[in-house]
Nanobody, 126 residues
Framework: QVQVVESGGGLVQAGGSLRLSCTVSIARFDDYAMGWFRQPQGKEREGVSCISNVGHSADYVDSVKGRFTMSRDNAKSTLYLQIDSLKPDDTAMYYC???????????????????WGQGTRVTVTS
């Protein structure tokens, strides 16, 4: 059974920063790569970033490279997403999820399992 709780979203101006957090309840948290996903209103959910099981590698969708930094604290079963230089296009509900393997394989955006939490909303104004 998987439970996730996302937090840290908010309303910010373009160019600002946020730090999202996600606490995960899952057996053997450090067996799994983890992903951040986002869903703009009226659009499909997309993968944003992935981090390997022990945090040695990460992958990002092109639109956020250089602005988003994902990290994890396995001792706390917690993920983080540092978001800098926010743009209005970053406005979305953000979710985290475990992935079906330990590393960020090319298919990671389709590898989430365990269901979705309530998410945390990020709204960026221009």
């Amino acid at each position: 059974q998987v439970q996730v709780v996302e937090s840290g979203g908010g309303l910010v101006q373009a160019g600002g920063s946020l730090r999202l957090s996600c606490t995960v309840s899952i057996a053997r948290f450090d067996d799994y790569a983890m992903g951040w996903f986002r869903q703009p209103q009226g659009k499909e959910r997309e993968g944003v970033s992935c981090i390997s099981n022990v945090g040695h590698s990460a992958d990002y969708v092109d639109s956020v490279k250089g602005r988003f930094t994902m990290s994890r604290d396995n001792a706390k079963s917690t993920l983080y997403l540092q978001i800098d230089s926010l743009k209005p296009d970053d406005t979305a509900m953000y979710y985290c999820a475990p992935l079906r393997y330990a590393y960020c394989l090319n298919s990671w955006p389709r590898a989430a399992f365990g269901g979705w939490g309530q998410g945390t909303r990020v709204t960026v104004t221009s």
